[in-house]
């Protein structure tokens, strides 16, 4: 049986116990993680928590709506057992009327086709096994990743481990993030609490690059969790596009955790330049759904779509 609970009605121990035992558990559906990125978040819950589904929300002029969080890939159904498309659709049936707008992304592990009221979209992101030797890693590296490589070393570019977070997101800030008009001051600020909490409970490595004047010139954090690491975030100067600190970075995160049973896992990215950058080291194509939902009356749903659309191009 599934049934919904607000925030106050969550028991997080059960919660965090069901995550830490999925199947398909990754760091985002923790209970620290959804409290930081959408506080007040509510729950689908099956059974004993025995599959549980966040349901991240927030109400506007009146109405409450559930919405895909910055920092968050994906969500969806988390289970102890395997999940099937009938548990999936079960899941999504169970939302509560009250949410008459849905935008929000299913993980790899959920399958989901067509939908009534809705649409299903493909979203990708990009996955490196790292079980394999580092030669035998790096052997899949595109041209132009070696390419790069080789300006890291002539640049007498070095990685450090267990940097400080501060310095990238503040190099995010005055060089790519000026491109990023969504983001505010209280999404960094929930980035760098993201971060530190990680460090804390030993989820998070940080990874920087400097040049031969010792100056920084990129930063990479990694969160990790059920044997998979995903790259959460990243800040660099304009010298890293000339010098290849980015990829050294990631070059020396792949020698640090190779041969071990960890998938690494890039967040994306739809934009081609960055998807031709992480597929260089290897890594695959890999499938998660966007479901989105428009449960209002049928003469508001053109409103509701358009209202929802300028929304996510303006915040």
């Known amino acids: 049986m599934i049934k ?27 209970s620290f993680y959804l ?3 959408s506080p007040g978040w509510d729950a689908l819950i099956m059974n004993d928590y025995q599959a549980v589904m966040p349901l991240t929300w927030k109400k506007k002029k009146g109405f409450h709506y559930i919405y895909q969080p910055f ?9 102890t057992a395997p999940i099937s498309q009938e548990l999936v659709y079960d899941f ?45 890693l790096k052997n899949n590296y595109s041209k132009n990743t070696r390419r790069n490589l080789n300006k890291a070393l002539k ?15 503040e190099s995010f800030r005055r060089n790519r993030g000026k491109e990023f008009h969504k983001l505010k001051e209280s999404h960094y600020n929930t980035l760098k609490h993201l971060i530190y909490s990680g460090i804390h409970r030993g989820n998070a490595v940080v990874y920087s690059a400097y040049n031969a004047q010792n100056s920084f010139c990129a930063g990479v954090v990694f969160l990790h969790s059920h044997k998979k690491s995903i790259l959460i975030f990243s800040g660099r100067t304009p010298e890293a596009l000339e ?5 050294a970075i990631i070059d020396r ?15 994306g990215s739809e934009d081609k ?36 659309w300028l929304r996510k191009q303006s915040t």
């Open 243 to 247: 010098n290849g600190a980015m990829t």
């Open 35 to 37: 409290d930081q990125v």
């Open 253 to 267: 995160y792949i020698q640090d955790y190779a041969e071990q049973n960890m998938t690494l896992d890039f967040e």
């Open 92 to 136: 999504l049936q169970h939302i509560p009327a009250h949410f008459r707008f849905i935008d929000y992304n299913f993980n790899t592990h959920n399958s989901i086709s067509a939908i009534k009221n809705g649409r299903v979209i493909k979203r990708l992101t990009y996955e490196l096994d790292l079980i394999s030797p580092y030669e035998k």
């Open 4 to 30: 919904y609970l607000p925030h106050k009605e969550i028991d997080f121990d059960k919660w965090d116990h069901c995550i830490e035992n999925s199947l398909n558990g990754i760091i985002y559906p923790y």
């Open 273 to 308: 330049n960055l998807a031709r950058f992480y597929s260089g080291f290897g890594s695959k194509e890999c499938v998660y759904l966007q479901v989105i939902m428009n449960n209002f009356p049928i003469l508001l749903k053109p409103f509701a779509n358009l209202y929802f």
């Open 155 to 169: 640049s007498n570019v070095f990685v450090t481990k267990n940097s400080s977070p501060d310095v990238i997101i």
């Open 71 to 79: 920092f968050v890939q994906q969500l969806g159904v988390f289970s």
